[in-house]
T-cell receptor, first 117, second 110 residues
Framework: GAVVSQHPSWVICKSGTSVKIECRSL??????MFWYRQFPKQSLMLMAT?????????EQGVEKDKFLINHASLTLSTLTVTSAHPEDSSFYIC?????????????FGSGTRLTVV | GQNIDQPTEMTATEGAIVQINCTYQ??????LFWYQQHAGEAPTFLSY??LDGLEEKGRFSSFLSRSKGYSYLLLKELQMKDSASYLC???????????WGAGTKLIIKP
């Protein structure tokens, strides 16, 4: 089945530094990538939606200059948390839509646990 | 506005049956998903309903009533490994975004 490889699975960084999270679709073309953030005991919060080759669409309240999303190819999307602060500590998950499987084609990455100290 | 409601937490006994309800109010409807999420892991797909009725898949079944804005996930023959959060999500329109409920934490007791 479709697999999305997300790296790193966890990262600890110092406040003020930047962290890049990668999501790769291994055996399909991800036309759309969704980036979510999840705080403990809360549900998924959509941060942004990106389509290959175009700028990401950010949800209200999400700073596009802080959370940089690049979806340069059909198999790779990245989320860079710039100038990270402790309040950015969260579980970040990507979800790719596989255009071959239509409505069923939402495949999640394994998530990245970000801790900013 | 958009709203998806699920119970926060449920407890059930190993071997029993449990039903997790989800009600939704969205401006459009183009399918409802159920996902399972173990702590610290990404969600995994369980079921998808777009037409009214019951979809059965092994121990798990999902029901949808579009007129009532209601769905449930039925888990039979509960196993300890079923302890997880169960997330209800609605696809509102053709932009493929999913609107997520807060999730129901299911605790299975021996």
């Amino acid at each position: 089945g479709a697999v999305v490889s997300q790296h790193p699975s966890w990262v600890i960084c110092k406040s003020g530094t930047s962290v890049k999270i990668e999501c790769r679709s291994l055996d399909f073309q991800a036309t759309t990538m969704f980036w979510y953030r999840q705080f403990p005991k809360q549900s998924l919060m959509l941060m942004a939606t990106s389509n290959e080759g175009s700028k990401a669409t950010y949800e209200q309240g999400v700073e596009k200059d802080k959370f940089l999303i690049n979806h340069a190819s059909l198999t790779l999307s990245t989320l860079t948390v710039t100038s990270a602060h402790p309040e950015d500590s969260s579980f970040y998950i990507c979800s790719a839509r596989d255009r071959r499987t239509g409505i069923y084609g939402y495949t999640f990455g394994s998530g990245t646990r970000l801790t900013v100290v | 506005g958009q709203n998806i409601d699920q119970p926060t937490e449920m407890t059930a006994t190993e071997g029993a049956i449990v039903q997790i309800n989800c009600t939704y109010q969205t401006s459009g409807f183009n399918g409802l998903f159920w996902y399972q999420q173990h702590a610290g892991e990404a969600p995994t797909f369980l079921s998808y309903n777009v037409l009214d009725g019951l979809e059965e898949k092994g121990r798990f079944s999902s029901f949808l009533s579009r007129s009532k804005g209601y769905s449930y996930l039925l888990l039979k023959e509960l196993q300890m490994k079923d302890s997880a959060s169960y997330l209800c999500a609605v696809r509102e329109n053709s932009n493929y975004q999913l609107i997520w409920g807060a999730g129901t934490k299911l605790i299975i007791k021996p």
